[in-house]
């Protein structure tokens, strides 16, 4: 039986969601879904495509991390993967954007990469071969 479950978003604090919003949208083809107001005066943009984003929210000031709370904290995750259709073209657009890859991975079922974006956010980008 096939599931209709799956991940929808995930929601990371950010220093600048505009920026944040920009790079993705240069490296992944990805849109502004939405942005707006959100908790506690702060800002989010929805980044993705029509089934799934990333919600890159930053608080209404600056704030000091504090332990447990993620919406203070910037990058409290392990990392995001992002599936492409062409890995050197993704991995050749975050370059030319001046980060730096590593990690590389061939291995079944397919290859990968890693990088952290400016507000130390992993992600692994991956192309898979069926």
Not at 6 to 12: A, D, I, Q, Y
Not at 103 to 113: A, L, M, S, T, V
Request: aromatic share 14%; charged share 25%.
């Amino acid at each position: 039986m096939m599931s209709t479950t799956f991940l929808e978003h995930v929601n990371v604090t950010v220093s600048d969601p505009a920026a944040t919003a920009r790079r993705l949208k240069d490296w992944f083809g990805w849109e502004v879904r939405w942005k707006g107001a959100s908790l506690g005066g702060g800002t989010t943009y929805h980044i993705g495509n029509d089934t799934s984003y990333i919600a890159a929210y930053s608080p209404a000031h600056s704030t000091t991390p504090v332990k447990g709370e993620s919406y203070s904290q910037h990058g409290g995750l392990n990392h995001i993967a992002v599936v492409v259709d062409d890995l050197d073209a993704a991995e050749a657009r975050i370059k030319e954007s001046g980060y730096v890859t590593r990690n590389h991975g061939d291995y079944e079922p397919g290859r990968r990469f890693y990088f952290d974006d400016d507000d130390g956010i992993e992600f692994e980008v991956v192309a898979y071969e069926y």
